[in-house]
Structures are given as structure tokens and as C-alpha cells.
């Protein structure tokens, strides 16, 4: 499957994206033909929360050419070489007019970087601190081919119906341009992870939100005041593909049973892992988890956003995300969901001693496994904190014993009508 997930990071890749256009439109579609989506758009100068949709940005072509005709610096050699929503430029002018409007990483000379101006009308253009050490002075021919107008926002949603009207979000963003890491591996991710809740019968109903960062997430939530509030639990997907170890940020509540499953699981599989508290900067987390709305919505990623070399630059291309990786978090993923949708409260129907389990078949049903005596001491746990007050997750916290073990002895003692939910 990581080989699957890589050869969708590797199609989505080389779209120019922004957080409005054509782009994001391009990018859905390919996500629609693994998962049906409901497209959103929304109006310039809607008013979403404290902010307003922008005009949207589309673009055609962009290119430096020098004397010769010869393009020095081209969008058809990659997306990241206008600067994002660059307003449209026709004019010819020597290098030293130029200048201030070329953008590249000195300390990283061979690298692009990733520039934007959304929110102030400005021209430029990306490329290699290496290239423009080479440009003779001369007059340079710059053309941008770009629409700044009235348009719209646009994002999608996918819904796997579970068994219960309260959701799971899963939210990753939309809008970066040639950024494999940051963040198709969060949208390929979250795809293959809506295919997998889609052959279960998941407890919860999943909502998967694929939209530009920052203004994306804030439409969201202007749009579904009312539905927020069935949100139990919802997980940001970024920089999910890379060969570091898995990063978890806590919601702003730091005990949100999102924390708490994802913790209990990194560490009962023992994976390399970091769990950091919530900071207020970063990807959509913050929005979410913004004090009006408070939802318990956690961030995951791998190596965190500007802790790589390669972030925000051209080294962040398909090389750079590993498919063992985009499977190891998609499996992550999986079973923290999966303690999600068992995790319930049991009261103990046999509470005055301890029910004599051997009459009822339940040591019986055992013999011969290998994990029998866990089994035993889960079924203990189990009834011993099954007051009604206390959760599957609680005992597994409680007790050190893996979580798939304690939902496997609940099952069992609700077979024996010794507890009920």
C-alpha cells in the first residue's frame, strides 16, 4: 500500500497549487477518482469567521528570459518558481531592477525555495541561489500570466458513514505547490485511510476535509458551526511521508481521548516517537482547536514542519517521501482509530466479589494460547474498573496492558452477561 500511496504523492506533485484556482480544483479531482467527494465552493468576500475569502488566483505561465530568449527561470520547470499568488508582470528590466523580486536560499544554493504573497499584492519569482549567482547583468524579459479576480475558495469533504452521528475529523491541506512531504503525503495518507474505514463498519462516522490551510479550515468551520459540535475526535495529517520517526501534537485540551489513543499506541508498539504538547502555530490543529471551538483534534506527522532541510523547498520531491513511511503513519493511523471507535464504558453486572470466570468457560476458552495469562489479566482489569465511570482506554492506561487486548476480554465478559455498556 505504501507503494500505492507514493505513486499518488507522485501525481499530485507537479500540480501548481495556491489556496484558491484551478490547482486545488486539479488537485481534487485526482483525489476524486479514489474517493467520492462533495466540492465546496465558496464566493470571494464570503465572511468566514474573523477573515474574508480571497480573490482567486489562477496562473498560466511565468518565466525570466535573458537577451537571448533563453528562459532562465520557468513555471513548466516547477511550480515553486513563482511566487505564490504573484500579480500579472510584463515588462523587460536589467538584473539590478530585478533583484528585489527573486527569492532563494543562500545557505541552500542549489535549492528553490517556497515563497507566497496571498494577502499582499506583489510579484516574484523562486529559483536557485546557484542560478542567480550565474545571471550576467542585462536586461531581463519577466513575464507572469496570471488572473488575480472574483472567484472562489474551493475545498471537498468525504464521508464514511459509521454507526453513530458523532464524527472524526481527519482534515489535511490542499494548497501547497511541489511540496511532496508538505503535504501530498498528508492528502495520500488520509485517502487510503478513508478506502480502509470505508470496508469496516466503523463506530464513528469519518470526516475527511480536503482543503487550502489556515482560510480552508476557518471556511470549514464558519460553514459548520452546527456540526462542530458532533465532532468527538479529529486528527491534521501533515509530513506524513518522510524517514523520521512519527511526531504527535496534542490538542490544545492535552487530554483529549485523541491524545490519549494516539500515546497509548505509539508507545504500546514500541515505534521511535515524540508526543509534544499543543502550541498554537503550526498546521490546522490550531484552528480547530481555536478556545470557541476547543475540539479535541490532534496533529500527526513525522518529522515536524520546518525541522527538515528539504521543508518549504525543491528538496521536498518524491524522493524525499519513502513509501515504508506513508505506510508506517496510514498504520498508525488504523490503530488509533480502531481504539476510538471500541473505547466504551462497561459497569460490572457480578460486582460484589470477583464472578467465578472458570464456571463460566471463560479460563476454558483460553487454554492453549500463547498470551492466556494476559487474556486472564485483562478480564480482571476489565471487571475490577467497570464502574460505568471508567473506559476500555482508562484500564489499558491503568493497567499497562495493550488496549486490543482489554477490548478482547470486554467482549468476552459481555458474552458471559457479566458486564454491559
Request: with cysteine; charged share 25%.
Amino acid at each position: 500500500m505504501g507503494v500505492e500511496m507514493h505513486a499518488l504523492v507522485e501525481r499530485l506533485y507537479p500540480l501548481c497549487r495556491s489556496i484558491t484556482g484551478d490547482g486545488v480544483r486539479a488537485t481534487l479531482d485526482i483525489v476524486g477518482e479514489y474517493l467520492p467527494l462533495q466540492v465546496h465552493e465558496v464566493p470571494t468576500g464570503t465572511q468566514v469567521l474573523d477573515w474574508t475569502v480571497p480573490q482567486e488566483w489562477n496562473i498560466r505561465d511565468a518565466y525570466v528570459a535573458d537577451a537571448s530568449g533563453r528562459r532562465v527561470v520557468d513555471l513548466a520547470d516547477s511550480a515553486l518558481h513563482v511566487l505564490g499568488y504573484s500579480v500579472p508582470v510584463a515588462a523587460t528590466m536589467p538584473l539590478a531592477e530585478l533583484r528585489p523580486h527573486l527569492y532563494t536560499l543562500p545557505e541552500q544554493p542549489t535549492l528553490v525555495p517556497y515563497r507566497t504573497s496571498y494577502y499582499k499584492p506583489e510579484w516574484g519569482f523562486c529559483l536557485a541561489q546557484e542560478t542567480l549567482d550565474a545571471l550576467p547583468e542585462g536586461d531581463y524579459e519577466v513575464r507572469i500570466d496570471s488572473t488575480l479576480a472574483d472567484g472562489h475558495l474551493t475545498y471537498a469533504e468525504h464521508v464514511v458513514p459509521g454507526r453513530v452521528a458523532e464524527e472524526v475529523l481527519v482534515s489535511c491541506h490542499v494548497c501547497h505547490p511541489a511540496l511532496a512531504n508538505d503535504n501530498m503525503a498528508g492528502v495520500a495518507v488520509a485517502v487510503f485511510l478513508a478506502r480502509e474505514l470505508a470496508q469496516r463498519d466503523p463506530w464513528y462516522t469519518y470526516r475527511f476535509v480536503f482543503a487550502p490551510g489556515t482560510i480552508g479550515a476557518i471556511t470549514w468551520l464558519a460553514r459548520n458551526r452546527e456540526r462542530v459540535e458532533r465532532v468527538r475526535h479529529g486528527l491534521v495529517l501533515a509530513c506524513a511521508g518522510d524517514s523520521g520517526q512519527l511526531t504527535y501534537k496534542r490538542s490544545r485540551r492535552g487530554d483529549a481521548e485523541i491524545d490519549r489513543a494516539v500515546a497509548h499506541v505509539l508507545a504500546a508498539s514500541e515505534r521511535p516517537h515524540e508526543i509534544r504538547e499543543f502550541t498554537p502555530y503550526g498546521y490546522d490543529e490550531r484552528q480547530y482547536c481555536s478556545p470557541g471551538f476547543d475540539l479535541g483534534v490532534g496533529s500527526l506527522c513525522r518529522t515536524p514542519y520546518a525541522e527538515y532541510p528539504e521543508y518549504h523547498t525543491s528538496g521536498d520531491d518524491p524522493a524525499f517521501v519513502k513509501p515504508e513511511a506513508l505506510e508506517d503513519t496510514l498504520a498508525l493511523c488504523r490503530e488509533a482509530f480502531a481504539v476510538l471507535d471500541r473505547n466504551r464504558s462497561y459497569v460490572n453486572l457480578s460486582p460484589y466479589g470477583e464472578p467465578q470466570l472458570g464456571r463460566r468457560g471463560l479460563y476454558d476458552s483460553l487454554g492453549g494460547r500463547s498470551d492466556s495469562k494476559q487474556a486472564q489479566l485483562a478480564m480482571l482489569w476489565v471487571l475490577s474498573m467497570s464502574d460505568g465511570t471508567r473506559s476500555l482506554l482508562d484500564v489499558a492506561e491503568r493497567s499497562g496492558l495493550p488496549f486490543d487486548a482489554v477490548a478482547a476480554a470486554a467482549d468476552a465478559l459481555v458474552g458471559a452477561d457479566l458486564i454491559k455498556a
